[in-house]
């Protein structure tokens, strides 16, 4: 069983829940109720993500090509 690191962006919703979503793996996003919730639900999305590159004989995504940089700006 390999293990694997990836950045993950959890966003809170207006209309209340989160959306969260893995930058390196395109189009793997969830959401969910609680952050606890959208927290298994990416790790889900991951894993099966994950899962479906192995049967298809793909690579698994390694090294993030992402950099979050809290910026203050004054106006």
């Known amino acids: 069983m390999n293990e694997y690191i ?16 893995c930058p390196i793996l395109p189009g793997c996003h969830t959401q969910g109720e609680t952050y606890e919730e959208v927290i298994e639900n990416i ?4 894993k099966l993500y994950i899962e479906s590159l192995k049967a298809h004989n793909e690579d698994v995504p390694q090294g993030e090509d992402i950099t979050v940089k809290l910026t203050r700006i004054r106006v």
């Open 43 to 46: 790790k889900d999305a991951i």
């Open 6 to 21: 990836f950045t993950v962006i959890i966003e809170k919703e207006e209309e209340g829940g989160y959306h969260a979503f």
